[in-house]
């Protein structure tokens, strides 16, 4: 009788973990790997540390079936490349107005 | 006052005394605590999760407190709450039923409940007791698993409400405790099964009378191990045009940091004063939880308005501290 439960990671195409779970609360996908066998009902009792840090970064990648956690400057690299942040509405409007004074003044020089 | 008569100087009065001590010493050291009822939603008063489930796999938690644990041939299995009672102190039952087709020779389902602190039963006594009513044919068999030990009680088959009792001297230095009742499904057509109510544990040889608790009281302890009507209470912000982040305040405490999900099939309705509702089908990440709060992100929304304050407006996240 098995008397406890699975648990599962999901990962990315970069190899990090995304999710975590047991399957007393989500079937697992194909993709899905297998950690755990006959484990605590819940997935963080088992893995208590967050998946991701307080950025929202992956923390952790799965490599020939080991945890590996990746470095600090691995994640400040990542965090450094990330899209600047979309134009505030003061920026947007700002900007509009520039392009608006720009294009009369074209329009002056025509 | 008349017919009073003065017991007068003689009185042997030490033996008196003596008695008044040992009854005293009995007061006082009987483990009150214990002889009330270990058995959480023993009436099945309380059914957070839903009121009927069908092809029930084990481990899926029921009735609150109640879970199927194990199912031996198949999990063709339906268990629903049921009006049909005992007597005057309860208002439902637990039925267990066969579905989808008959039951194959040998199968059964377990009804059980792990008790939390099985440290505080180590070593004592306990009487194991409830009320079943089998259609034709079906039966209930008590169990009890206390660490790797476990207890055959006598099979119930009575086709009446009728109460059992199960007396065990449970070991000492048990570190996990779950009384069950197993539904012997073999044979069963679609339809036949059983009906349980007013399971009650307590300490002693002694079956006490069934002792129904408040529905406040009932609801709050099983709030300790699941939680769900979340909505309204549950607020948050936008932090991008698609994705909020909720913090949940949890209605009691809870056992542990609870597993916190979107239920399945449900989207997640939040309020966006001046967006208007906004909904998403996926699920929660980026979750914390803790023993009296957690916190969730959720995206997939369009059109909100950043940092602007949110409610969670429908009853779509549920916390699990289940044992």
Redesign the interface.
Known sequence: MRTGYNHYIRTNEAGEIVHGFSDAFETPDPGDILVLENGPRHFHLAWPEPLTNERGQYRFRWIDGQRVERTQQELDDEWAQRPPDPPTLEERLEASEEALRALMEAMNDV | MANLQTIGPYIESQPLNDNFAALNDDIVNVPHALYRNAIINGNFDVWQRGTSFDNVS??TYTADRWKVS?NNVSNNVKVLRSTTVPNANSRYSLRVEQMGSTGASGDYSDISQPIEDAALFSGKKVVFSGWVKCDAGRSVTPLIFAGGNVYVGTPISATSFTQFSFVQQLPAGISSLSFILRVNRGGAAVGEGVNIAQVQVNVGDVVLPFQPRHLAEELALCQRYYQRGLQYRSVGTFYTASAASIIVPHIVPMR????L?KLPGISIILDDVGAGSLTTSNSP??T??SESASRF?VDGFTGANTYRFVRLLNDSIYL????
């Open positions: 084990a481990g194990f542990i940091a609870p597993t999900e990440f980026n914390i939880t992100d699990d501290a289940e044992l």
